[in-house]
């Protein structure tokens, strides 16, 4: 009879925990989704970074790790790509998500940046963004909307994604 009562209660707490965890599992942000705001510790310099602070420009967001070898090959190529587009228009904000910031920092000495990039140590956007691959990223317009999302990290993509950030900042300057 004990094992029985064990079991039943193994069982119960099996199925809160499967419900809990599917009832918060996360989606990556689409197209059309707001992007949630978010105030963080920036890498660099003593300061608060927030993305209200980039409203009206166009924003990519890069999720990242020190640990992501595609990280170190995109690092470069979106640095290359805000230095290309008006600062005024274009912004890319590097968000690493690590319990240490210390290793961030070490990656940011080997494999240096002008963007802004900040700590989420305590992984509070990952979920609240849908992130589960690094890199991920996401193309925020003008107003906070999220216009595309992509997961991981292919060189061959950053044309089709340059094109969609050189669109958005024209679109805006066209108005």
């Not at 029985?4 to 499967?18: C, R, T, V």
């Not at 956007?125 to 216009?147: A, C, N």
């Not at 993509?157 to 950030?165: I, K, T």
């Amino acid at each position: 009879m004990r094992q029985a009562k064990y079991w039943g209660w193994l069982f119960a707490i099996a199925l809160i925990a499967s419900s809990a965890s599917g009832a918060s599992a996360t989606r990556v942000l689409q197209p059309g989704d707001t992007a949630p705001a978010f105030t963080l510790p920036a890498l660099a310099e003593r300061r608060l970074i927030s993305l209200e602070e980039f409203h009206g420009k166009v924003v990519y967001l890069e999720f990242w790790s020190s640990w992501c070898a595609p990280c170190r090959e995109s690092f470069p190529q979106l640095d290359a790509l805000r230095e290309r587009l008006p600062r005024e228009e274009f912004e890319v904000i590097g968000i690493n998500l690590e319990h240490s910031a210390d290793d961030a920092r070490r990656f940011l000495k080997k494999h240096p940046v002008t963007f802004p990039v900040v700590s989420d140590a305590a992984l509070s956007l990952k979920g609240r963004y849908g992130v589960s691959v690094m890199p991920t990223s996401f193309l925020i317009d003008r107003e906070g909307v999220v216009r595309a999302a992509h997961r991981g990290w292919i060189v061959d993509d950053l044309d089709a994604m340059a094109e969609q950030v050189t669109a958005l900042v024209d679109e805006a300057a066209n108005r």
